[in-house]
Every structure is written in C-alpha cells, then in structure tokens.
C-alpha cells in the first residue's frame, strides 16, 4: 500500500476537527479520504511532539502535505479545499 498524501492531525474532542471532517465529508464529498492519514493526537503523544516540532503547527486540525511538508491549520471550506486540490490534485 502506498503512502497517503495528506496527514490529518486532530483531537478526541475538539469542535474544529469535527468541522474539517465535516468539510471533507460533505463539502468534498469524501473524494480525498483514501489520500488522508487521520492521526489522533491523544493515540500517540510522542509522535504528537516530534510533528509538532518537525512542522511548527500551533493547533488542531493540521492537515500537512507529506511531499513538500506544507502545513495547514485551519478548519474552514475554503482553505482546506484549495489545500487538497494542491496536494493530492
């Protein structure tokens, strides 16, 4: 199986992940989730700090391109939209 482009970084509880899942599942209509790693913050905290201070995020929902390493905190249509269609095409 081949690498998914895109990592999601989220929370158990957190009203912006839910926002951005909303985003990708009804907004974009799931078309990119099989390219999108959701990693849960909560899961695995050492692998939490090492993102946090590989890619400098402040907050959740993350989403970054694991080809170029670009990042995107953000939640809203918009932005994670014109992110995707940069990223996975």
Do not use: W
């Not at 482009?5 to 974009?28: G, H, S, W």
């Not at 209509?29 to 993102?51: P, S, T």
């Not at 939640?75 to 996975?88: G, H, L, N, Q, R």
């Amino acid at each position: 199986m081949s690498e998914k482009k895109v990592l999601m970084i989220t929370k158990t509880v957190c009203p912006y992940c839910d926002r951005a899942k909303v985003v990708l599942n009804q907004a974009l209509e799931g078309k990119y989730n099989d390219q999108i790693e959701v990693f849960v913050r909560e899961h695995d905290e050492e692998r939490f700090a090492q993102l946090k201070d590989k890619y400098q995020f402040m907050t959740v929902p993350t989403f970054i391109d694991n080809k170029t390493g670009k990042v995107l905190s953000d939640s809203k249509v918009e932005t994670i939209t014109a992110f995707m269609k940069e990223s996975i095409g």
